[in-house]
């Protein structure tokens, strides 16, 4: 197996990144009409559920470099996996709202 660069590994790392987050906030953005109109939100709630995962985003880029060197990476990757499981639950588990 060849051994990847730090170069190579953080084009992927950004790649990874710019896909996902970028999907993320795209369906959030065709979404927020009906969102807002479902949730009677008005645009400041609608602006702050919008500002969350960035916020989040770099919430986890100021505290994953620590946490991987307090934890070891093996350990920081299993807690990433637990949290992401357990908010795929948390959705999977909320109530489902029908339009009349």
Known sequence: MRQVSVA???LLGAGIIAITYGLARFVLGLFMPIIREDLGLDTTAAGFIGALPFLSFIAAVVVGPRLTESLGPRNAGTLTVMLAISGLLLI????VCIRP
């Open 92 to 95: 999977a588990g909320a109530p």
């Open 8 to 10: 190579g590994m953080g």
